[in-house]
């Protein structure tokens, strides 16, 4: 893979790698990363603070956190547990 960024055909490759790449690779990848992430068991706080910083950007698929539905929470149910308070405020009951 050149550079940080990361496009989904080099996600799938990388497969349980993702876990495991850094803070700029996530930030650089967009929300590319997102789904494949959720996979994962953990995170180092790096990796949870640019997961948090990309999420908030909203530009990704999944947009603003004040746009999100029941379906995106379920999509990225395995990153709920870094994405913070800013990030749940804005989340539409």
């Given at each position: 893979?050149?550079?940080t960024?990361?496009?989904e055909a080099n996600a799938e490759l990388l497969g349980w790698l993702v876990c495991d790449l850094s803070g700029e690779y996530i930030r650089s990848s967009g929300g590319t990363l997102l789904k494949d992430?959720?996979?994962?068991?953990?995170f180092?706080?790096?990796q949870e603070e640019a997961i948090r910083d990309v999420l908030s950007s909203g530009n990704t698929t999944f947009?603003?956190?004040a746009a999100w539905s029941a379906f995106t929470l379920?999509?990225?149910?395995?990153?709920?547990?870094?994405?913070?308070?800013?990030i749940l405020?804005?989340?539409p009951k």
């Amino acid at each position: 893979v050149a550079g940080t960024e990361i496009n989904e055909a080099n996600a799938e490759l990388l497969g349980w790698l993702v876990c495991d790449l850094s803070g700029e690779y996530i930030r650089s990848s967009g929300g590319t990363l997102l789904k494949d992430l959720s996979q994962c068991g953990s995170f180092l706080p790096e990796q949870e603070e640019a997961i948090r910083d990309v999420l908030s950007s909203g530009n990704t698929t999944f947009g603003p956190p004040a746009a999100w539905s029941a379906f995106t929470l379920s999509e990225l149910s395995g990153l709920i547990p870094v994405l913070g308070p800013s990030i749940l405020q804005q989340i539409p009951k």
